[in-house]
């Protein structure tokens, strides 16, 4: 065990954090240095809660990139799927992530930038589809207000899920825990290079980020149609 101001699981569960950490990591969302007292606690207190969280089937992660996320092994808080337009997003805004002008920028960046990655990445027609798979007949006159409505309802969630902060109605703050989207190319030389082609190619099953959850509900395998959500 690493050194720790708590003695005990009962001392770390009493702190005055842990009521506000448990909550946002039972609803899904990243907890991360930007989070300040937060995620000191975490670092303090890891090795109490590991095996707390264990007992209630989960794994409570720190990945070195600087952000802490529960991963279910069971099911007992639920699964849940992100739409493959979530996933999408998130993959494009982790490309982006990488990308040097962003770390120069301060990790922001804007929300019209991200729109012109995905139709550059993709084209529009395929993009609509993706987005919107219900729709069986591309219409130009809607795909542009289709994308930008499915796209802010995408970042919705993924602000929730604490992989990017929303600014303003313009710019985007993007998290360590983004990384989680390149996970298949981690441990490749050029990751940027490599998660372009995973997202030009629409493979948008990305090993454990199939676990993501929300509201206290986790993806299971692969990525939900978003018919079944509407009907869900």
Do not use: W
């Amino acid at each position: 065990m690493s050194a720790s101001s708590f003695r005990s699981l009962e001392e770390a569960i009493s702190d005055e954090h842990f009521p506000e950490v448990d909550l946002v990591l039972r609803r899904g969302r990243h907890i991360g240095r930007d989070d300040g007292t937060a995620y000191d606690y975490l670092v303090d207190a890891l090795d109490h809660l590991e095996p707390f969280y264990r007992r209630f089937g989960c794994e409570l992660i720190q990945r070195a990139d600087g952000y802490f996320y529960l991963l279910p092994s069971g099911d007992r808080l639920g699964r849940r799927q992100l739409s493959a337009g979530e996933m999408l997003v998130g993959q494009t805004l982790a490309l982006m992530y990488l990308d040097p002008a962003t770390v120069q920028h301060g990790g922001m960046v804007q929300r019209e930038t991200l729109l012109q990655r995905l139709s550059g990445l993709l084209g529009t027609e395929a993009l609509v589809r993706i987005l919107n798979p219900r729709r069986r007949k591309f219409d130009e006159r809607i795909a542009a207000e289709t994308v930008r409505t499915k796209v802010t309802e995408a970042l919705r969630r993924l602000t929730d899920l604490g992989f990017i902060d929303s600014v303003d109605d313009a710019m985007l703050r993007l998290r360590p825990a983004l990384m989680r989207f390149a996970e298949p190319v981690r441990d490749l030389s050029d990751r940027q290079a490599a998660l372009e082609r995973l997202v030009q190619s629409g493979e948008i099953s990305l090993g454990d980020t199939d676990e993501l959850r929300e509201h206290g509900a986790s993806a299971g395998d692969g990525v939900e149609d978003d018919e079944e959500e509407a009907s869900g």
